[in-house]
């Protein structure tokens, strides 16, 4: 190898590179890259700003802030960690773009780990990219006999081994004849073996599987809805696509929607698979996030499973992503950057070139519009696995067989329940609210216990003596006189949660062996782990729960279900009611007789000719829902039009008020837009801020976040002001 010549050493210009924050910043920021740094768009870099080292990633395009270079900061660092792909860095735009936030504050999300950037002893590296047409200096040439053998190489080392300057390497970075690449790791993610054979399907789920399978071989966009009753075999049937994705060498998401509950599909992974995958949840410890993040970076992790933050993960070449249970709302992000990851989920996929299966017994009506539009692909499971029947559905009418005065259990429930557990089967009683009661009341005056920061009442803790507001966390021990007229003992509680379900189970049925699922009980995944275990092994006769029971269980031996009150999520009547409910009850119902004994489920309900009632009684969802489109459709309410909230808030009730009131008159017009509002939000004081509400509809070919966009441009508010946009909104409140 010959020494370089001090004239071969190509000098260029000190660079400029534009930066992105993870912060909630309008715009990237301009920095000097100094000649001694390589660095590419992707690149993590650590740059000063306002006196502080922050970490950004270098964002593509020229840098084009009407600065002097002289005037920029440099940049103080490349940190050696994998560069952001591109099609990652195109999600974050899409998402920014379409949501109406800023770019850094989308990039946030997906630096969730920034210790993961500097971990020790991990590279980034070169490898050869395209020659051709490009003039191939004695430098160059010692570069590419370096990389000959199609491996990557540290950029340092590199340029040592060529005796080139890192400026020269930079300079065939941008001809693209360099590009960046991952220097190879021991995973730390044991590798799921595709090769292990899953259950012999039936021929539904054979032709399913094969059209799963086929998305992802073709290695292209695509999206797919597997639509199944509950206990199909959905799960079974993606693992084939899962299997399919391992074998194309391409990384698979999972999104979960509950991800603190995910034992029984771990365990279910596991054993098609020989180990468990990468999970991704918000308890996760700082190291283990650290290590997850960093692994998927170098694509360390096949598979991942996670809740909807994964999806900001860094994987270098995703294959796959699958929703499940699409239709949950709890892939909708109400805080911060307000997204929906179902959504989301498809734009990533697009970027990649991945596939994307969106999986439920109840999709959402979004879902089923685009299958039947085209844009989608459907696969249908129309049968229980094993010959189970679907079960059986029918309304208790509690205007017929009211309770017994203070109670909730309805005496036709009682008796199912004594029946099943005579048998030696188990039952479950599902009301989606935890704590004791809902309301605490004065006898004597009338007084209702509120919470000082939210329009709502505390909802009674019993066990813990405290009543808690669960939108804000305000909490006060139970107080022994009221609040109001310190009149004594005059204190009642109104209306069942779990909690008090339990307490009356526990009078009725003394010897069943009760089990209560709410989120306040099974707090993470290690409980939900032994919760599921004690049940599958018939330690629990009764399990008394929320809605965290209602998803993708599977207790054979569980043939009972009793809907305390199913009426509950009908109040308020939001454009989604009807359709959430229905979805809801239908998969609490989709727990009964999933193996031989067949299934019951009894509905406590006011309203037993209710079409959502009817729909879960018929076991006829398709009928319901095609009502429910009939409805939306002539007023252009969502999937056949658009709509986007803007909610006003401030600490200061009268400076909210203006605020909407301003907005609303600046409120946009035009060919096939409506502005409704502003009105207050029914939860018109939240964590006490004042709120209200403006709602957009437009019609479907109407982009909405230009005119978002032009109309809080508009407007000016004061500082104090928030306005959160939420596009495409799942709550009304
Ligand atoms: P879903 O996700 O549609 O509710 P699951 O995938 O949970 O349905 O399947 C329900 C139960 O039936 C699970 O215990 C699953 O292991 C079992 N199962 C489904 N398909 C098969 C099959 N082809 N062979 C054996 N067991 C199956
Ligand atoms: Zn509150």
């Known amino acids: 190898m010959t020494a370089p010549t001090a004239k071969s050493i190509d000098i260029p210009q000190a660079s400029r590179v534009s930066v992105v924050l993870p912060l909630p910043l309008a715009a990237a920021y301009d920095y000097v890259l100094p000649e001694h740094f390589l660095a590419v768009p992707g690149n993590f870099v650590e740059v000063p700003l306002g006196g502080r080292s922050v970490l950004g990633v270098v964002w593509d395009g020229p840098a084009d802030a009407p600065i002097e270079t002289r005037r920029l900061k440099s940049v103080r660092a490349v940190l050696p960690a994998p560069p952001m792909s591109a099609p990652l860095r195109r999600f974050i735009d899409w998402v920014a773009a379409y949501t109406l936030s800023p770019t850094g504050a989308v990039l946030r999300m997906a630096m969730s780990a920034p210790s993961a950037l500097e971990a020790p002893g991990h590279r980034a590296g070169w490898r050869l990219g395209v020659v051709e047409g490009q003039r191939v200096t004695p430098e160059r040439a010692r570069v590419l006999a370096a990389l000959a053998d199609g491996g990557a190489m540290a950029g340092d080392l590199l340029a040592q081994a060529a005796a080139v300057t890192p400026a020269l390497l930079r300079g065939m970075a941008d001809r693209g004849m360099l590009v960046?690449?991952?220097?190879?790791?021991?995973?730390?993610?044991?590798?799921?073996?595709?090769?292990?054979?899953?259950?012999?399907?039936?021929?539904?789920?054979?032709?399913?599987?094969?059209?799963?399978?086929?998305?992802?071989?073709?290695?292209?966009?695509?999206?797919?809805?597997?639509?199944?009753?509950?206990?199909?075999?959905?799960?079974?049937?993606?693992?084939?696509?899962?299997?399919?994705?391992?074998?194309?060498?391409?990384?698979?998401?999972v999104l979960l929607p509950e991800i603190a509950l995910s034992a029984q599909w771990l365990e279910r992974f596991a054993a098609r698979f020989g180990t468990t995958p990468a999970l991704w949840h918000s308890e996760l410890t700082p190291a283990t996030r650290r290590d997850t993040w960093r692994a998927v970076a170098e694509g360390a992790a096949p598979v991942l499973v996670g809740a909807r933050s994964a999806l900001f993960l860094p994987f270098p070449d995703l294959g796959l992503i699958i929703v499940d249970e699409e239709h949950e709302s709890a892939f909708k992000q109400e805080e911060g950057v307000v997204y929906h990851a179902r959504d989301m989920a498809?734009?990533?996929?697009?970027?990649?070139?991945?596939?994307?299966?969106?999986?439920?017994?109840?999709?959402?009506?979004?879902?089923?519009?685009?299958?039947?539009?085209?844009?989608y692909g459907v696969v249908d499971l129309p049968a229980r696995h094993g010959g189970a029947a679907l079960p059986?559905?029918?309304?208790?009418?509690?205007?017929?067989?009211?309770?017994?005065?203070?109670?909730?259990?309805?005496?036709?429930?009682?008796?199912?329940?004594?029946?099943?557990?005579?048998?030696?089967?188990?039952?479950?009683?599902?009301?989606?609210?935890?704590?004791?009661?809902?309301?605490?009341?004065c006898r004597s005056c009338g007084h209702r216990i509120q919470c000082p920061n939210c329009t709502a009442w505390l909802v009674e803790h019993r066990a813990q003596r405290r009543l808690a507001c669960h939108h804000c966390g305000h909490a006060m021990p139970t107080p022994p006189n009221c609040p109001s007229c310190a009149a004594e003992h005059s204190l009642v509680p109104i209306g069942p949660g779990v909690e008090r379900v339990q307490e009356e189970a526990a009078a009725l049925f003394p010897d069943a062996r009760r089990l209560v699922m709410a989120s306040d009980s099974i707090p993470g995944p290690a409980a939900a782990a032994e919760a599921a275990r004690r049940i599958e092994a018939r330690e629990v006769d009764l399990i008394i729960g929320?809605?965290?029971?209602?998803?993708?269980?599977?207790?054979?031996?569980?043939?009972?279900?009793?809907?305390?009150?199913?009426d509950l999520g009908l109040a308020g009547g939001d454009l989604r009611a009807a359709?959430?409910?229905?979805?809801?009850?239908?998969?609490?119902?989709?727990?009964?007789?999933?193996?031989?004994?067949?299934?019951?489920?009894?509905?406590?309900?006011?309203?037993?000719?209710?079409?959502?009632?009817?729909?879960?009684?018929?076991?006829?969802?398709?009928?319901?829902?095609?009502?429910?489109k009939a409805q939306r459709a002539p007023g252009h309410w969502p999937p056949f039009g658009r709509l986007a909230a803007l909610i006003v808030s401030s600490e200061d009730p009268q400076e909210a008020a203006r605020a909407a009131r301003d907005l609303g008159l600046l409120a946009p017009g035009g060919q096939g837009i409506t502005v409704l509002g502003p009105a207050p939000a029914p939860l018109a004081l939240l964590r006490g801020r004042h709120r209200h509400r403006l709602l957009l509809k437009a019609e479907r070919g109407v982009a909405v976040q230009p005119v978002l966009r032009e109309w809080l441009a508009r407007a000016k508010l004061p500082p104090a002001v928030r306005v959160q946009v939420d596009v495409d909104p799942v709550s009304f409140l």
């Open 180 to 253: 960046p690449a991952l220097l190879p790791r021991a995973p730390r993610f044991a590798t799921p073996d595709p090769a292990r054979p899953g259950p012999s399907l039936g021929p539904d789920q054979a032709a399913a599987a094969e059209r799963l399978r086929a998305a992802v071989a073709a290695r292209g966009f695509s999206v797919t809805l597997l639509r199944g009753v509950t206990g199909s075999g959905k799960t079974e049937v993606y693992h084939d696509a899962i299997a399919e994705c391992l074998r194309a060498g391409r990384q698979a998401l």
């Open 346 to 375: 498809v734009v990533r996929a697009r970027l990649a070139q991945a596939a994307c299966v969106l999986v439920s017994a109840t999709p959402s009506l979004e879902s089923i519009f685009n299958a039947e539009s085209g844009r």
């Open 392 to 441: 059986t559905v029918r309304a208790l009418d509690l205007r017929l067989h009211p309770p017994e005065r203070g109670r909730f259990l309805a005496p036709p429930l009682i008796e199912a329940i004594k029946a099943t557990l005579a048998r030696g089967e188990q039952a479950m009683l599902f009301l989606n609210r935890r704590g004791y009661a809902p309301l605490t009341l």
């Open 546 to 566: 929320t809605q965290i029971v209602a998803k993708g269980w599977h207790f054979p031996h569980l043939t009972l279900v009793g809907v305390v009150d199913a």
């Open 579 to 628: 359709e959430r409910t229905v979805q809801l009850l239908h998969q609490v119902a989709g727990r009964a007789g999933r193996a031989e004994a067949p299934g019951e489920v009894l509905l406590q309900t006011y309203a037993p000719d209710h079409p959502v009632m009817q729909a879960l009684m018929a076991n006829d969802l398709a009928a319901f829902l095609a009502e429910e």
